[in-house]
């Protein structure tokens, strides 16, 4: 062994010290990567949907569609070189190239194509990974001038040309609706938030009372509120009121607060996994995943919850990221704007649920957002949008 002095041995120590805090950064780094698998394309001049398969979650922003071209920025996706692929229906042609931050994907299309949607899907519905999902339309052509952003999104809520008149057509159509649950927020003896002279309960309230408006004028849902006026609901019995209401969705409508004034932006939280055993405080042996296992094994029972539990999970996710998707275009998002938590709201085991945080009213510029009629519209044909998307896909709990 050849001996050291102090000296020595305290640089070298230094030296593997950051060696090792270098690898290790190597390692977090790459951790937190997320691979591009593939590239897939279906569909056809109708309709053609794009899908990039990915080894974790990833954001994508939409940069900029003119002409033929569409161009989303991904974030958090990592490639080591440029790839390039093919089209089908109505992409001529695609490429990814890295970029910093993530990758820059570029879709060559027709020149009449319009982005439908975009969405993040987590694993599950017998898929390993994340997909990041973009579906592409012909657009939509008109006399008039072309038409602002908001007006688009009106014009893509308006019901369907009526159908033959007959007895059955009505009878189905009104049978095939929707059912959709809006819970305001708070209520009577429980204002939530307060700031400048405004209540979050009244926010609340006048954002569900317009969306509710909204989604029947489609004649596509049948819209419940939780309350519709200001009194105080409890917690468990909003859950309870979708569960009766064999609810396909159910969004609650918040307004946040925060010691600093300057945080501003929309939030979507969806169950946590660590609340997730509470949801079985919900359950009755009325319940049907209780009733198919009483007469044989108990645990028939268990696994039949736990699998609804799952799939429900994923179809909250699955419309959180649509949410996410479409607010962005219209309002300010909090940083992380997709977080898990606990809410009571959010337990129901078979009802896709989400609690939307619709801005800060501790911050001035959301408040003042939040409690103009027109602005808040503008959040609410995003919320609306949203779940347009969410059930064109027909994401959704299987018949209970």
Known sequence: ???MSDGTWGNALLLILAGC?????FSAESARATDLNSVRLGGDRESTRLVLD???EASGRLVSHVGGKVVVSLTGVDIDAPLRGQGRGLVRSWSVAPQAGGARLTIETADS???RRRFLLPPGEGASGFRYVIDLEPATTAASPTPSAESARLTSLKAPAPAVSTRKTAKT???SRRIVVIDPGHGGRDPGAIAGGRQEKDITLAAALTLKER?????RYKVVLTRDRDVYIPLDSRVKLARRANADLFISLHADAGPDDSVRGASVYTLSERAAGRSARLVTKDDWFMKAGYRSDQSVSGILFDLTQRATKNRSATFAQLLVDEIEDE???LRRSHREAGFAVLLAPDVPAVLLEMGFMTNPDDQAFLADPKTRGRLVVAI???????FRNDVRVASR
């Open 21 to 25: 805090l270098l690898l290790l950064g």
């Open 173 to 175: 159509r009104v049978e």
């Open 331 to 333: 309002h300010t998002l």
């Open 54 to 56: 990915l080894s974790g």
């Open 384 to 390: 609306a949008e949203a779940i347009e998307g969410y």
């Open 1 to 3: 062994m050849v001996r």
């Open 113 to 115: 194509v319009q982005v």
């Open 215 to 219: 989604l029947e004028r489609t004649g």
